[in-house]
């Protein structure tokens, strides 16, 4: 009996992960994946648009496991703890599995379409599930929770990123737990000292300067 | 009169870096620099060991201009101004040679040596610089400061790469200015509450918790 199109679409998701893990996204291509699972590289295009587009189904399988490192596990009740706790989970989730979090990262796709909406939902439950934890971790500060998850994304981001890479001899996987650790334990911090300025608040922001007043890098 | 080997190296760099500006790293490759400055292939292979020495005497420059980029205007003389202005300036550089800064960090070479001295040298220098600024900005704080500058700068990066790639929907180039600030200034308010906690500070660390005591994601 032939595969259903669901279970061809299934088997060929599989298989390109597989793909990644063991090589790499350049080593993906819609041919390998045909031979693979035993079927035509037609096939494979009656099934997903062009190679970008399976790459997205298996991203989306990527952003379904970070989901359940992040989440599926308890996490401490109070709130700092549980936001350096999932620091910790993202990082420990790029280091156990560095090339499905570069393809997620680092692919460019080919084609200008944009991401279907079944991803972008995934993406927004994602850093809604985040923001929850950070709104009160940064104890109902309100307005600047999103800005605040945004900065704290990224910058963990950015120490996995170099972590992953061992650039520059600066962060390495080694080091990269206890640095996003304090960024997340010294940005808590700060954003409270912030919202309820005591001796270290006040000196904190010179006067006259907001952000990007500084942006005209030549001057 | 036959060029110096000088002149050939000048002019190789100059042409490898053209290609990577106008078209990605990825486009550059040694026939093409050997045909553009009209000589053999072997004879780039008498002065490069390979690509990977081609392209790290290209980040050297990258480097040299980073650092210019950085540093040759006058900074504020306000320590937290001037760490405000060097995030700001570093994400500008990245915006204004998005594909160079992509070569720099990147890229993974194929060989196995180790970098050269003159290029560690570059970025120790770097490095140096922007922690004497931080340790001004961090008051005198000490022992924290070549972590903090690690912390921060892969902060900024992480921002900055999100920014380049526009991934995910959650960092753009109009935004990353202004996280990147965030990011500055609500860590060092956090340094400074840390080192002398007021109401703030003291909230920012449960008991019995240390850097990296999550770091088991998969509890």
């Excluded at 693979?36 to 496991?65: K, R």
């Amino acid at each position: 009996m032939a595969k259903s199109h669901d279970d061809l679409r299934r088997d060929a998701v599989a298989v390109a992960r597989g793909l990644v893990v063991g090589e790499g996204t350049a080593a993906l291509t819609v041919r390998r994946v045909a031979e693979a699972i035993g079927c035509s590289v037609g096939t494979i295009y009656n099934i997903f648009a062009d190679l970008d587009d399976l790459i997205v189904h298996v991203a989306a399988t990527v952003l379904d496991e970070m989901h359940d490192a992040l989440f599926a596990a308890p996490l401490p009740d109070e709130p700092v703890a549980a936001l350096r706790d999932l620091a910790q989970r993202y990082l420990a989730f790029a280091v156990a599995h560095p090339r499905l979090w570069t393809m997620l990262f680092e692919y460019t796709t080919a084609s200008e379409r944009p991401m279907p909406d079944w991803h972008l939902e995934r993406i927004a439950r994602l850093v809604a599930d985040v923001q929850a934890h950070a709104a009160a971790a940064l104890d109902g500060s309100g307005a600047d929770v999103k800005a605040s998850v945004d900065v704290l994304w990224a910058s963990v981001h950015g120490i996995t990123a170099l972590a992953l890479r061992g650039k520059l001899g600066i962060v390495t996987a080694e080091s990269a737990g206890a640095l996003a650790d304090r960024l997340v334990v010294t940005f808590l911090a700060g954003a409270r000292a912030e919202r309820d300025p005591g001796p270290a608040g006040r000196v904190a922001r010179p006067a006259g300067r907001g952000p990007g007043s500084a942006a005209g890098a030549g001057r």
